[in-house]
């Protein structure tokens, strides 16, 4: 089975910046993903490839750590997988963009014949209207695949509309990716990056956007970034102690043997709520 590692900050970076490969894990970001894809030429990819996976097998990257590999289809994809096999075991996932159902077979099919272990987890990055639409199905089609990415860039100039830090122009597009990740059994998806580095007021308003929505995480493309993302995705005090009291009280009632508990202010408290407060103190740490 995959790993369900669940991340509220994931951090791109040049899969062919040897300089920030090493140094992305001690910027804070739960994981980072080195990115074969856009931020690479096609001229660099080979070498790209190459280097990273050097820097893998040395153990020279620490941290977990993600890689974006070419969308299936491309002539890129497969020596991607070729290359980076040797580095499986330090590897959390592999990021497919462009997903779709075939896309996801495709990649399952390439680790498959280099015995990838079976935790190698696919997060696929929905960014096209058929890859949001067809998001349960992708979900599907691999085992593997634990979690999924939103992708606003490509989606909005597919869809023709202006990305802005409040979202309303591809809510329709997030909530459907959420809403197919809980059918489909996955982790909460991650957000992607808002692309304006210097907006720090507007990518608190993305942050909150996605967290809102029942995104479990949000990419970034810029160190600076990852503070916003914790604080808005850490649950403040009242939150953990709202989660302290329904876990008690859920405990209280099982002890009499009561599936239904009470809080103090006598809002009822019912298993799918308790999940949600454990959940809620086991990523706090709490």
Same mark, same amino acid.
């Given at each position: 089975?995959a =790993?369900? +590692? ?10 062919d910046?040897t300089?920030?490969?090493l140094s ?9 993903v080195?990115? /074969? ?16 996976? !050097?820097? =893998?097998v040395?153990?020279?990257v ?13 002539p890129?994809?497969?020596?991607d997988?070729?290359?980076l096999?040797?580095?499986f075991?330090? /590897?959390d996932?592999l990021? =497919?963009?462009?997903?779709?159902p075939?896309?996801?077979?495709? =990649?399952?099919?390439?680790?498959? !014949?280099?015995?990838?272990p079976?935790d ?8 096209t ?15 593997r695949?634990? +979690? ?10 597919? /869809? ?7 979202g ?8 459907? /990716?959420?809403?197919a990740?809980?059918a489909?059994?996955l982790l ?18 993305s942050?909150r ?6 995104f ?14 914790h604080a ?12 302290? !009291?329904?876990?008690a ?14 809080l ?5 408290v ?16 709490s």
């Amino acid at each position: 089975m995959a =790993l369900r +590692q669940s991340y509220r900050s994931v951090l791109f970076v040049p899969a062919d910046r040897t300089d920030r490969v090493l140094s992305a894990p001690s910027r804070g970001a739960d994981a980072i993903v080195a990115d /074969l894809e856009d931020a690479v030429a096609p001229d660099s990819k080979a070498g790209a490839r190459t280097s990273l996976a !050097e820097l =893998l097998v040395a153990g020279r990257v620490d941290g977990r750590v993600m890689v974006r590999v070419n969308a299936a289809g491309t002539p890129y994809i497969a020596d991607d997988v070729a290359a980076l096999a040797p580095a499986f075991g330090s /590897l959390d996932a592999l990021v =497919l963009p462009m997903s779709s159902p075939a896309g996801v077979a495709e =990649l399952h099919r390439l680790l498959a !014949e280099h015995d990838a272990p079976d935790d190698l987890a696919i997060v696929a990055i929905a960014e096209t209207a058929a890859g949001i639409l067809d998001a349960r199905g992708t979900a599907a089609a691999s085992p593997r695949v634990t +979690q999924m990415l939103f992708g606003p860039a490509d989606l909005s100039a597919e /869809l023709g509309v202006t990305v802005t830090a409040e979202g309303a122009e591809l809510a329709h597009a997030r909530a459907h /990716l959420v809403l197919a990740s809980a059918a489909a059994g996955l982790l909460a998806p991650i957000d992607g990056p808002y692309l304006n580095v210097d907006d720090a007021a507007g990518l608190v308003r993305s942050v909150r956007v996605a967290r809102t929505l029942g995104f479990g995480g949000k990419a970034a493309i810029h160190p600076a970034q990852l503070g916003a993302v914790h604080a808005e995705f850490a649950p403040d005090e009242a939150t953990l102690d709202w989660a302290r !009291e329904v876990v008690a009280a859920a405990e209280a009632a099982a002890a009499t043997g009561s599936g239904v508990a009470r809080l103090a202010d006598g809002t009822f408290v019912d298993e799918p709520i308790t999940r949600r407060a454990r959940a809620l103190l086991a990523g706090a740490g709490s």
